[in-house]
């Protein structure tokens, strides 16, 4: 009994051991805390995952992956869980825990897009602790910062995350970063001045040079970035072309040896579809270059008076041209503008952007209000027509992207809503084009409190909208509206000594999104009320853009200074809506100081063919318009593949400075002039 006795004397001593050493080895078979890791890293999990993580944890680990369900939280756009979830942080975190904090206080801020919010925090933020991910993080809150707006530090921020990144994410820094540098202008460019060891973003510089000075060139373009690419060979870029600028190695040029130019020949948008086949006929027939030389050279007789141009094929229009304000032109590019202004007695010379047309290619002209478009377009293919110019109406547009024909065409108006197709390509002459344009040159004379004042119309409300996001994609705040009725209601404001005050009514597409909330000590408004906002985003009205007929402006101009006196501080802008070309001194003057936008041709970039243009529509300047539209569509015609292939594409044209963006939409930015002491000079 007693080596019994002594075995479970013995078993019972040796329990507590046996026993620990479970404890241990189960101890040691449960996984190590990977929240540190995940912090440090990428954070590839979902939101649920680390939600989880948390709920399972406890004390410093628990806070680490409370961390990482923020951070995917804003990622995936759950922007108030996120928010709930970062205010319940506990107040003693440790120096790493503090640092992931202070970056994901900035990307809440730029979630609720409080852009300048997130800007003064960056400023603030040291980053020497940061891991290379977290280092990635803040030069990415820059970027977001920034809006897209092209400066030297989005640059430099650019350029300074790009070696932080995977392999996978490396092309789209580095197509951000060719994006930024061919945003800007060559103005902006001479600007930058940069420190003598940024190399890296001295290649860059070198590479945007080069590309200002070949653009419109594709071989020019194609040899010069190869010569680029053996100079730079340690550049990003260099390593890892711009996607855009692979697209200029793969260039093809397409035919543009048959064209068919489709427009109404009859009914009530006849006359504005003669109008642009006149130009585009004189166009080809004279080999017009895009803009001719400037102001001050004498006239050529490069251009074939229109009287004395050849019968064209399938045209069944009116002999005459008829007054454009018999027409309904609801459907047209352009709502039915007076005439222009006469063009400044100077204008600097342009020289064209792009190589000489074809003046070889045939054209055949077919009429879209004599039979559906896609018997037409079924017409033009056994044709065997190699581009399409046209068609003019929205319907007939709306109705061509429908077709999904594989046809290249330059459709004469722009959709709603603009499809990217690779074989189209969109070129209207628009009040939302002449908006946006209007809000780059206010926001470019340093205005940043402006009004608009637009007819009670759907005219109105486009003219509103399209200013209003251009003017937020340029990083303004809110813009004001004020919307008037007739000539006869105007007259009734004179009569009644009311005037026009520089207050409105916030157009919602300018409001800040955000709710009110405070992240890090940072409040975020919510947006103000109608009542809350009469003198812009901060301090009085410093802009005021006029969307308003002859007779209306000759109204409207008096009343505001009626009610805000002569020397309000505001700066009036007009579209072309205003501009005539008859206009007598009287009214010159009574427009003093008004700026208002106008096509090249008709500001006196052209005179040559501004006099061929005038004598061919009767010296109607609205249909001027449309056949300075009609030269600039044969020049585009011809340079279909670089609009479409090679990204920068810019023609100095008659209707404005074309470009065209991602979808291939041509944006024109026009010529601005200004009432002087009786006299229309060059705006600065």
């Not at 680390?50 to 995917?72: P, V």
């Not at 400023?123 to 820059?142: E, H, N, V």
């Not at 005050?501 to 916030?506: F, R, V």
Request: hydrophobic share 40%; with cysteine.
């Amino acid at each position: 009994m007693v080596p019994s006795t002594l075995l479970r004397s013995k078993a019972a001593r040796c329990l507590p051991v046996v026993l620990a050493a479970l404890l241990f080895a189960g101890c040691g078979t449960q996984a190590p805390d990977q929240s540190a890791a995940h912090m440090q890293g990428e954070a590839q999990a979902n939101s649920a995952y680390y939600l989880q993580q948390m709920q399972q944890s406890s004390d410093d680990t628990k806070t680490n992956w409370q961390l990482l369900a923020i951070r995917a939280l804003i990622k995936e756009g759950k922007r108030e869980q996120a928010t709930e979830l970062y205010r319940q942080l506990p107040e003693d975190l440790t120096a790493e825990q503090h640092r992931e904090q202070r970056l994901l206080d900035i990307e809440l801020i730029l979630a609720n897009k409080n852009y300048q919010g997130a800007a003064a925090e960056l400023a603030t933020l040291d980053i020497s602790g940061f891991s290379d991910a977290q280092k990635a993080r803040y030069y990415q809150a820059q970027i977001d910062a920034s809006q897209g707006r092209p400066s030297l530090e989005l640059l430099r921020a650019l350029i300074a995350q790009e070696p932080l990144l995977q392999p996978a994410e490396k092309q789209k820094n580095i197509d951000a970063t060719w994006q930024t540098l061919s945003s800007m202008t060559p103005d902006q460019a001479n600007l930058l001045v940069i420190s003598a060891d940024e190399n890296v973003l001295r290649g860059w510089l070198d590479l945007q040079r080069m590309w200002f000075d070949n653009r419109s060139d594709p071989a020019m373009l194609k040899a010069g970035i190869h010569d680029w690419q053996t100079r730079y060979p340690q550049n990003p870029g260099a390593k890892l072309l711009p996607t855009q600028l692979v697209n200029v190695q793969n260039f093809k040029p397409a035919s543009a040896e048959r064209i068919a130019l489709l427009l109404p020949l009859n009914g009530q948008a006849a006359v504005f579809g003669r109008a642009i086949q006149q130009g585009f006929e004189a166009a080809k027939n004279s080999s017009l270059s895009p803009v001719n030389a400037p102001a001050s050279a004498p006239q050529t007789d490069a251009a074939q008076p229109a009287a004395e141009q050849p019968a064209l094929e399938h045209t069944t229009g009116p002999d005459g041209i008829v007054s454009p304000s018999a027409a309904n032109v609801n459907d047209l590019t352009q709502d039915n503008a007076t005439p222009a202004v006469e063009p400044a007695a100077t204008a600097p010379a342009t020289q064209t952007a792009a190589s000489a047309a074809n003046p070889g290619a045939e054209i055949k002209i077919y009429d879209t209000s004599s039979q559906p478009l896609n018997q037409v377009l079924n017409q033009v293919q056994q044709d065997g027509a190699s581009i399409v110019v046209g068609p003019l109406l929205k319907p007939n547009v709306d109705e061509l992207v429908r077709s999904n024909t594989p046809l290249n065409v330059l459709a004469m108006n722009e959709p709603e809503n603009v499809q990217n197709r690779a074989n189209i390509c969109y070129f209207a002459l628009s009040p939302e084009d002449e908006a946006r344009d209007a809000a780059d040159h206010i926001w470019q004379q340093g205005q940043r409190n402006p009004l608009l004042l637009v007819p009670r119309t759907s005219l109105g409300d486009r003219v509103t909208r399209a200013f209003a996001e251009q003017w937020q994609q340029l990083g303004g705040g809110t813009v004001l509206q004020q919307k008037f009725g007739s000539v006869s209601e105007l007259k009734m404001g004179i009569n009644s000594g009311s005037g026009i005050a520089l207050t409105g009514s916030p157009v919602a597409s300018s409001l800040p999104s955000q709710q009110a909330t405070t992240i890090g000590g940072l409040t975020i408004p919510a947006p103000p009320t109608d009542a809350q906002i009469t003198a812009g985003s901060s301090g009085n009205v410093d802009a005021v853009y006029i969307v308003a007929s002859p007779d209306e402006i000759a109204l409207i101009k008096p009343m505001i200074a009626m009610r805000t006196g002569s020397h309000n501080g505001a700066t009036l802008y007009a579209s072309s809506r205003s501009a005539q070309g008859n206009t007598g001194p009287d009214f010159r003057l009574e427009m003093e100081g008004l700026q208002f936008s106008e096509i090249p041709m008709l500001a006196g970039d052209n005179p040559g063919l501004q006099q061929q243009a005038l004598a061919a529509v009767n010296n109607d300047y609205s249909l001027a318009r449309l056949y300075a539209m009609g030269v600039d569509a044969w020049s585009l015609a011809n340079h279909f593949s670089q609009m479409r292939q090679v990204q920068g594409f810019q023609l100095n044209g008659n209707t404005g400075t074309l470009t065209a963006d991602q979808d291939c939409v041509i944006n024109r930015k026009l010529t601005w002039l200004k009432y002087q002491q009786g006299q229309v000079v060059r705006a600065n």
